[in-house]
């Protein structure tokens, strides 16, 4: 069974940094394309940044591109989100998921469908 436990969410004013964490357990990390979503209330589970499963390919919606940086560490099993000049707007909950297929790298791991597991999420409340 595949665990994805995040960590690192908090309170941050705007203009502030935080560095999100997932760990995960139960499949062999490596080989599997991992990815950042979130949900604001109210709103639909949207993209943030997904990393293929050699760190050479890296996707990011429009709205974090050039301040979000998605990395991961292959022998830690942990994926991370570093997350600067934040936002208001970047309020959310923020999941951590594990694709569904191995050796994956390819523009629709965008999307919800390419992944199977879950985290629990981890709140950024980012304060004006």
């Known amino acids: 069974q595949v665990q994805l436990v995040e960590s690192g969410g908090g309170l941050v004013q705007a203009g502030g940094s935080l560095r999100l964490s997932c760990a995960a357990s139960g499949r062999t990390f490596s080989r599997f394309p991992m990815a950042w979503f979130r949900q604001a209330p109210g709103k639909e589970r949207e993209f943030v940044a997904a990393?293929?499963?050699?760190?050479?390919?890296?996707y990011y919606s429009d709205s974090v591109r050039g301040r979000f940086t998605i990395s991961r560490d292959n022998v830690n099993n942990t994926v991370y989100l570093q997350m600067n000049s934040l936002k208001p707007e970047d309020t959310a909950v923020y999941y951590c998921a594990c694709g569904k297929t191995p050796f994956t790298s390819t523009p629709l791991l965008q999307s919800r469908n390419e992944y199977n597991y879950w985290g629990q999420g981890t709140q950024v409340t980012v304060s004006s």
């Open positions: 990393i293929n499963y050699s760190s050479r390919n890296k």
